[in-house]
């Protein structure tokens, strides 16, 4: 079993040895390897189940780092870089030969962000190679926000996560590509399109394209709990799920005013950040107690909501064709 703690020496001397470590990020938890070493990224995929298609984010400790891994660097990302990194932004650029092509899934382009997370910031400090990192969970499950959440799916794989305390933003990075035309964004994530288009001007958000998923968090059942997510109107669809094995995940409203249901209330508040950081974690509760069905609800789709509602579609593909 892995174990559980703050020790980044002991961590480091892992990734050094090729082998894998699980990290706090401001976003989720992530997988985490010597991006340079083919052999040691080639475990993550065996490790996530994850296909080969799908390539994984480096990261950084610090912008200045971002030349040896990059052929250039376009004059939006460097503005976006300065305003929110450390931070949830993932940037994608032409990438240079000594990045293994695994990483990349064979792609010439890399993403790359640079995580605002203490611990690990300092663990990139004190390393010499990237760390490649997808999120800690088995390809296609809900992404972990606390240390016990990588435990428990993938605690007999590794051996040490590092743990950082439950995650501050709790989605995974906005990730940003840039074209001569245009700038895009490739997914919505815990960094707001509304705060990109103020820094940098409008950009486009990519819809998804299901065959061919440019970013495979694009996969469309996606974050999908064992439980049906069951997208809509709580209060309509409550009359016919009335069983034991329904729970409820609403954003600010109580619906179990008899307490017949689990419920997982996003923010009674209806702050936005707060939904952000228990959206996975309410979504893994839930689907702890073997429900058949959870009920869920859109929030309102502004600010980090887009990116919420984005993960709550993906979690109940299988029932909504969107
Ligand atoms: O917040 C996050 O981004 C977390 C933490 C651990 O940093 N990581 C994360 O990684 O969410 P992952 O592997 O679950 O998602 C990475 C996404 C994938 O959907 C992948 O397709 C996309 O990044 N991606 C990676 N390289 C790409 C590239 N060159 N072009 C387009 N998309 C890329
Ligand atoms: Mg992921």
């Known amino acids: 079993m892995a174990v559980i703690g703050k020790d980044i020496f002991v961590a480091k001397e892992l990734l050094e040895k090729g082998q894998l470590v699980a990290i706090p990020t401001e976003t989720v938890y992530g997988l985490a390897a010597n991006s340079l070493n083919a052999r040691a990224v080639a475990r993550i995929f065996e490790v996530k189940k994850r296909p080969f298609f799908d390539p994984l984010i480096l990261?950084?400790?610090?912008?200045s780092k971002i030349e040896n891994y990059v052929e250039y660097i376009p004059e939006k990302a460097k503005m976006l870089a300065e305003?929110?990194?450390p931070g949830p932004l993932t940037m994608i650029f032409k990438k240079k030969e000594?990045?293994?092509?695994l990483v990349t899934s064979g792609l010439d382009t890399v993403a790359i962000r640079v995580p605002k997370h203490p611990l690990t910031l300092e663990l990139l400090n004190q390393l010499d190679?990237?760390?490649a990192a997808p999120s800690a969970n088995p390809f296609g499950y809900i992404s972990p926000t606390q240390a016990l959440h990588v435990e428990a799916k993938l605690g007999t794989a590794i051996d040490y996560i590092l743990d950082g305390g439950p995650c501050e933003v709790g989605i995974e990075s906005t990730i940003v590509?840039?074209?001569e035309e245009k700038i895009v964004v490739h997914r919505l994530g815990g960094l707001s399109v509304e705060s990109i288009n103020n820094c940098i001007g409008e950009v486009e958000v990519m819809k998804e394209s299901v065959s061919n998923p440019v970013a495979p968090g694009m996969l469309?059942?996606?974050y999908a709990p064992k439980a049906r997510v069951m997208l809509g109107n709580i209060e309509d669809q409550l009359g016919k799920y009335q069983s034991a094995k329904t729970g409820i995940l609403s954003f600010r409203k109580n619906y179990n005013t008899e307490g017949k249901f689990q419920q997982v209330i996003l923010s009674e508040t209806g702050d936005m950040e707060e939904a952000a950081t228990r959206l996975f974690s309410g979504l893994r509760q839930l689907d702890s107690l073997h429900l058949q069905y959870i009920l869920a609800e859109f929030v309102p789709d502004q600010g980090l909501g887009r990116a919420i509602n984005d993960r709550l579609r993906r979690a109940s593909a299988i029932e909504n064709d969107f």
Not at 98 to 101: A, G, L, R
């Open 83 to 85: 305003a929110f990194w």
């Open 98 to 101: 000594i990045i293994p092509d």
């Open 177 to 179: 590509g840039f074209y």
């Open 220 to 222: 469309k059942s996606h």
């Open 129 to 131: 190679f990237p760390l």
């Open 59 to 63: 990261h950084l400790p610090c912008y």
